[in-house]
Each structure stands twice: as C-alpha cells, then as structure tokens.
C-alpha cells in the first residue's frame, strides 16, 4: 500500500511538472490567457478551478469570444466550449492515440471517474514533432507582395532585396512559403518589382521545392495591390495575400474556414496589440470635474497584421497601372456595402519583420 501511495505521489508531481506552464484558473480573464499563450508558444490552456480541473481553452474559444465582441477582460469562464473531446482513465492508450489523430487534437486531458485530471497527452509526444498536425489540405492560391524597396531595413536592402533577407537558414519568403506548404497550399504568385530578377533567380537555384511560382511584375511602383490587375484572369477561386516582411503563425484553415463560414469578400488578419500606460489616467467633465481616474490602464487595439483572403471578383476592382493600395481597396468595399471581415489572432502570433528593431528581435 505504502508503494502504490508512493507511486501515486510521484505521478501526480510528474503531470503537475509538464503541465504548470499551461495551468490557467477560470476566474482568469481572457486577456491573462493570450499573454500566458503567448508566452509558453502554445494555442491552448488547462482551466482549473482551484485544484479541480474545469476544461480545455483553445485560441479557437478565445477568437470566437473576441468575434462575438466579447471584452478581453472577460473571464474565461465566459468563453470556454460546454464540450471538449476528454479521455477517460480506462481508455487504453491505443483508442487514446486513434481519437487525437482523427481529430487532430493538440492535447488530450485524462480524467478519472470523479473527473480529476490524472494525465495528459501532447500531439508531439504521441506522434513525434516530425508529424504536422494538420487539418486540412487548403489547395488554394497565395499572392506574396514582394515588390518593395524595404526602405526600413536599409542599408541590407541596398544590397539584397527585403524577401531574401535571412532568418536562420531560410529568408522571410520562404519561411512565408513553408506555413502555408505546410497547410497544402503550393501554388504561388510573387508580385516582384525592387531587385525582381535577384528574387527570381535565388528560386531557380532551388531544385527540389515543392511548390510552383509565377511572377508578376510592376513597371512602376502600385502599392499594397496595386499590381493585383495584372492576374485578375489568372486566378478564378479564393486565395490568400501576405505582405513579404510578416510571418503568422496560426492555424490558417480557421481563418478560411471564418472567411467561408462569414460570406465575407474579404477578411483582414489582425493581431490584438497591447499597449500599457505607465500612469494613472484622469477623466474629467464640464468645468474640469473629476469623473474617473484609471491606475496604470491597458490599451488593447486590433492591428492590420499584412494577411488577407480574397475572393477572385475583387482583382476587377482592382484599378490599371494605378497606385492602389489594400486598404482603398477596402475602404471600396465598405462603401457599397459589402462585406469585409476581421479575423483576430494573439499578438505572439504575428511577426513583424520590416523594420530593424523587430528584425533584430527575431534573430536574437
């Protein structure tokens, strides 16, 4: 018995070890939750509530909270799912194993019959990092603007062009090109201006990729989707558009899946940016008459990240040889009423690498 108590303990104190970092109390906010995300680079959270374990909070359940205009103070609580896929302590690891892959379920909690957690599974310790966890096969088309000078990475961009600039072994393109290979897109147009036949001839040199390019190129600078007219008879299905100096790291089936789901022509990628204020902030009335004073507040603002799905009628309200860019694009779109959509993702997710701050932030 002494054995078998002492068994128990070391378990316990095992699973308490690999899950601490993800351990998150369900009177936390919702805001508490995305920078603990963020900060332990995982895209769900075990809710607890003291010691007893409540749910699973996914990036998903956040998303959908923020899309029903839910406030970021919110506690978690608020929204989590009623239903969760949980295993029980009787189930083998076998059946385990076959419900994570068919649902490709990142973490799989063990509970027992009084609904305490006694272990959990992780994707990469079930199937090896070496298998993706991937949805779906998305099959359709990127555009990767990659005409800019880079003026802000300047003086490395006198020299090679802001798509090629590296990141560890790869440049920013091709970290760009893996995310989306890895969800099944491989057919790739690259608008190309600064430096074109430097890009080009750097993807000629590449044999075995597995994916295809097509160029289009500017005569003269168009901004953000300006040189979209140039393959409007090209492309005749949805497709994604991504800035050539960010990288998103989020499951981009949900956001097609948001896109379709929503009617929308067009959804925008944003990024929940925070911005503290080191003081304490007054509100005033009439006559200077204190209303309200706010110790050390939080701003929280969703940013345009540089990732976009489109629908292909849009290339025809795109204007010939015109500096146009996306954003006049949707502004169009806006006045006649259509339907332009917002997909949030947590401020870890987006990386920034356009400017020399960031990009030095990212190679440390």
Avoid at 39 to 67: P, T
Avoid at 118 to 140: C, M, P, Q, T
Avoid at 295 to 311: R, V
Avoid at 335 to 361: A, M, Q, T
Wanted: a neutral charge; aromatic letters at 10%; hydrophobic letters at 40%.
């Amino acid at each position: 018995k002494n054995i078998k108590v002492i068994s128990i303990i070391v378990n316990m104190q095992e699973l308490e070890s690999r899950i601490k970092n993800i351990k998150i109390q369900v009177d936390a906010s919702v805001i508490d939750a995305l920078r603990q995300m963020d900060r332990v680079n995982r895209k769900l959270l075990l809710v607890f509530n003291n010691d007893l374990f409540v749910n699973v909070l996914s990036i998903g359940d956040i998303q959908r909270g923020i899309l029903k205009k839910f406030p970021l103070s919110v506690k978690i609580k608020e929204v989590l799912r009623d239903k969760t896929k949980i295993a029980k302590e009787a189930e083998s690891f076998d059946s385990i194993k076959k419900v994570m892959e068919k649902n490709r379920i990142e973490c799989m909690p063990v509970v027992d019959d009084l609904g305490n957690l006694v272990n959990v599974y992780f994707w990469e310790d079930v199937f090896g990092k070496a298998k993706k966890r991937i949805h779906s096969a998305l099959g359709i088309p990127v555009i990767i603007m990659a005409g800019g000078k880079g003026t802000r990475l300047k003086p490395l961009t006198n020299v090679i062009p802001k798509p090629l600039i590296p990141i560890e072994e790869n440049t920013i393109i091709e970290e760009i090109i893996n995310r989306f290979v890895e969800v099944g897109c491989d057919n790739f147009y690259l608008s190309v201006n600064y430096k074109a036949e430097m890009i080009k001839y750097f993807f000629e040199q590449i044999a075995d990729k597995n994916y295809s390019i097509d160029y289009f190129q500017e005569t003269q600078p168009l901004g953000t989707a300006g040189s979209l007219f140039l393959i409007k008879n090209k492309i005749n299905t949805t497709f994604f558009v991504s800035n050539c100096d960010i990288i998103i790291n989020e499951n981009y089936a949900e956001i097609l899946r948001y896109h379709k789901e929503n009617n929308n022509e067009l959804t925008i990628v944003s990024a929940l940016k925070h911005y503290p204020i080191p003081y304490g902030t007054i509100e005033t009335a009439k006559d200077g008459i204190l209303t309200d004073l706010v110790e050390k507040p939080e701003l929280t603002f969703q940013i345009n990240t540089g990732m976009y799905i489109l629908e292909p009628h849009l290339l025809d309200e795109i204007p010939e040889n015109i500096f146009f860019h996306i954003t006049h694009l949707i502004e169009n779109i806006i006045k006649r009423n259509g339907k332009v959509g917002v997909f949030p993702i947590s401020e870890g997710s987006w990386i920034d690498i356009g400017n020399w701050s960031d990009y030095l932030k990212i190679m440390k």
